[in-house]
């Protein structure tokens, strides 16, 4: 399970990536440009709400370490 600074730095990329890419006036000119920048919006939508559920998903995918206890402790949250 790749770790909170990965989706940090995902979402930093995508980020990134979308200012390029609305700013640049020949790809926007071409057919399937909005297409690919909704995509990638649809991308960057779905890594923050992983960011923000990290430590669920992390105890979905089995950690161990990662209890319903922890999950439910209103401290942690």
Known sequence: MKKMVDVIALERELE????????DTVFLQTDKAHSKINSLIERLHVVQYIKKHLVVIEWLMGNETITRKRLLNQDEV
């Not at 990134?16 to 700013?23: C, F, K, P, Q, S």
């Open 16 to 23: 990134n990536r979308l200012d390029v890419l609305n700013a």
